[in-house]
């Protein structure tokens, strides 16, 4: 064990000597982090999409969709409640308002019309905006109609909206990017990292002068996997320290199932890079090959942007690329707070390609 | 008992036969030499009994146990400096000394391995701070870290500036004065003839010599060479009458004679540049060499 950890902690000084490393290691995706951040953060109000469902069908519930229809922050969005629910539980729309039968009666006999206002609570800013302004404007309609029936009297309070909300796990941009740079980190450490040290270090002959010691392979090999896991928890932890204390992202994941999460897609990625280490003959191929495995994952996994965004083809594209899955888990665990057995399937895949990228390396592994 | 025994080894890569047929004895504490150009197979050799490669065929006992079978435990007990390696740029001298210390069960101090090596005042010095002789001086430190019974040497001067290649003979020697077994590859005469006890001749896979670097000089350049000039000048004929006098051939304005009684044959070119009425000058009589040696087994040279 002296062995194991003799070796685990020069790895982990010879990288806090490489202060190039450090560089990609830690400050790249802080900056990352950051500009995205910054540049996104902000931009995330436009119009506000109403769904709306009329059960009550009455001249007056008629009247405020046409009002509503006349309001310019509105997007308004016609459908049965069950379509609109979904819809808001997909993100597509950001607040459902429904007229229940019989507001119009209540309103005319003078009693607040029941109406129910769903928003998303995953997007607390933009669902506060929709339900205050929905309640104003509908509060102010429901008056002047009132105001106008036949034997109508004002009363105090129109309308009665009970607010309900639906998480759509649709999250702000820098919810969103935060994860996303911890994948991409996660990833370009594995593919970046370890694996080419260990091509430099064949290239030396290191690999050579250990293999004349008794040191078994499963040791070293052990111990630098090790450290480099430690190194992604550390990268985990600083990310979203920063996230948390620059833009107050929410996190909400529990610390040990974020732990797991991250030690797998760490370990996952570690693999890919030790099979690309183990396939290609120098540094250079080495480094070449990962940046042309890396490049398109980090544009086309929807770590970035959110599929949704993206052209069906692209977004088909995305859910073949192990990157995704590890933004997906990332997310779903530590900024929804999800439990890691409802992201089972992305952990089933990083695990399964870490296991076949991990038996891929042992086959071709060489020492020299 | 020997310390190695290798027999009948053979190695081949594709239609090549880098190892074809090798077979020597390595005594307990001598320092045993591998000499040869490039490419005769040294490093190979080297490499299979150090465990680092397979062989295709032949029996190797290292510190009497078998180097297929026993590879873990012959592990233990050598130290092995290989020929290229360079180590991590960013531990220092002392660090990697103590990392590889800890792959091996029996550990030395790496306090004595650091003036063993020389290294005290760069012991906290970065690997890729070091120069080139110091960087080899680690590489032979590293080969000690587990106090080793025997140790393997590959090239250990190549590429060295003289001054380098001293120190790192007088570790060599300091190794000897320790009582290791030393094998060293090398295709400097100077340091065959300098460090081995005992010296194999290896080209294109074979050896084609073994023995005392005196024994093989006597065995195969037996004679000594003797230049001179002879003022005036004095017709080769007499010259070749001198004692004991086997060739001779005008070489800078005088001649070169060879022979295998020196102090007669010095005593009769003074004799004949009295008789003939000259002044013998420039005198200068050299030994053969494992050059010499190298030069009469394979009609080429070893520098080549």
């Known amino acids: 064990m002296s062995r194991f950890f003799k070796f685990m902690g020069a790895s982990l000084k010879m990288l806090y000597r490489d202060r190039m490393a450090l560089f990609w290691l830690f400050l790249f995706p802080l900056l990352l982090m950051l500009l995205l951040g910054t540049i996104f953060g902000k931009s995330g109000q436009a119009d506000i999409s109403l769904g709306f469902v009329d059960l009550d069908r009455s001249q007056i519930s008629k009247g405020i969709e046409s009002a509503l229809e006349g309001i310019e922050a509105f997007n308004l969005k016609r459908g049965t409640e069950k379509e609109l629910l979904e819809e808001l539980g997909d993100a597509k729309i950001n607040a459902v308002l429904i007229l229940e039968s019989g507001f119009a009666e209540s309103v005319t006999q003078g009693k607040p019309g029941k109406a129910v206002i769903y928003v998303d609570r995953s997007s607390p800013n933009v669902s506060e905006i929709a339900a205050s302004t929905v309640n104003q404007v509908l509060d102010e309609i429901a008056r002047e109609i009132a105001a106008r029936a036949p034997g109508g009297r004002p009363v105090p309070r129109m309308i009665d909206v009970e607010q309900k909300s639906v998480s759509s796990g649709e999250l702000s941009y820098v919810d969103f990017i935060v994860p996303g740079v911890l994948a991409i980190t996660l990833m370009t450490s594995g593919l970046m990292g370890l694996s080419l040290d260990f091509v430099n270090y064949r290239e030396k002959g290191i690999l050579r002068r250990i293999k004349v010691s008794p040191l078994p392979l499963s040791r070293f090999l052990g111990a630098e996997i090790t450290a480099a896991m430690v190194m992604s928890l550390i990268q985990a932890v600083i990310l979203l320290a920063v996230g948390k204390l620059v833009f107050g992202i929410d996190i909400r994941g529990d610390y040990l199932s974020m732990a797991v999460v991250v030690l797998i897609g760490s370990a996952s990625f570690l693999a890919m890079g030790f099979m690309i280490s183990s396939l290609v003959q120098t540094f250079k191929t080495a480094e070449a090959v990962s940046n042309v495995v890396s490049f398109p994952m980090m544009f086309l996994s929807g770590v970035f942007f959110p599929l949704a965004l993206m052209p069906d083809f692209l977004a088909s594209v995305a859910r073949v690329l192990p990157l995704y899955y590890l933004g997906d888990a990332l997310r779903e665990v530590m900024i929804k707070g999800n439990s890691l057995f409802s992201v089972w399937l992305d952990i089933v895949v990083l695990i399964a390609v870490g296991l076949a990228c991990f038996g891929i390396s042992v086959r071709f592994f060489r020492w020299e | ?279 013998a000058d420039q005198v200068s009589m050299k030994r053969a060499t494992l050059e010499d040696v190298f030069l009469k087994i394979t009609g080429r040279s070893l520098r080549e």
């Open chain 2, 1 to 279: 008992m020997a310390a190695i025994t290798v027999t009948d080894l053979k190695k081949s890569y594709g239609d090549i036969k880098a190892v074809d047929g090798v077979s020597f004895d390595v005594e307990e504490k001598e320092v045993f030499g591998i000499l040869g150009p490039n490419g005769a197979g040294k490093t190979t050799t080297l490499e299979i009994i150090e465990t680092l490669r397979d062989d295709d065929s032949g029996e190797i006992t290292v510190a009497g146990l078998d180097v297929r079978r026993d590879s873990r435990s012959i592990k233990e007990v050598i130290g092995v400096q290989l020929q290229t390696t360079v180590f991590f740029d960013k531990l220092t001298v002392r660090e990697t000394i103590e990392l590889f210390a800890s792959f091996y069960n029996n550990r030395v101090k790496a306090e004595s391995l650091l003036e063993l090596a020389g290294l005290e005042e760069r012991s906290n010095a970065m690997l890729n701070e070091l120069s080139g002789g110091q960087h080899k001086r680690v590489s032979i430190a590293l080969a000690l870290v587990n106090d080793p019974k025997i140790v393997f040497l590959d090239e250990p001067t190549t590429g060295l500036d003289p001054q380098a290649r001293r120190s790192v003979w007088d570790i060599v020697t300091r190794l000897r004065e320790q009582e290791k077994t030393v094998v060293v590859t090398t295709h400097y005469i100077e340091e065959a003839e300098y460090l081995c006890d005992r010296v194999a001749v290896m080209d294109h896979g074979h050896i084609i010599a073994t023995g005392t670097p005196d024994e093989l000089i006597d065995r195969y350049s037996p004679e000594s060479h003797i230049t001179f000039t002879l003022t005036p000048t004095v017709d080769e004929s007499v010259v070749r009458a001198i004692t004991g006098v086997r060739g001779s051939r005008p070489y800078n304005g005088g001649y070169e004679v060879s022979t295998l009684t020196p102090q007669e044959t010095l005593v009769g070119i003074f004799a004949a540049a009295y008789e003939n009425g000259a002044v």
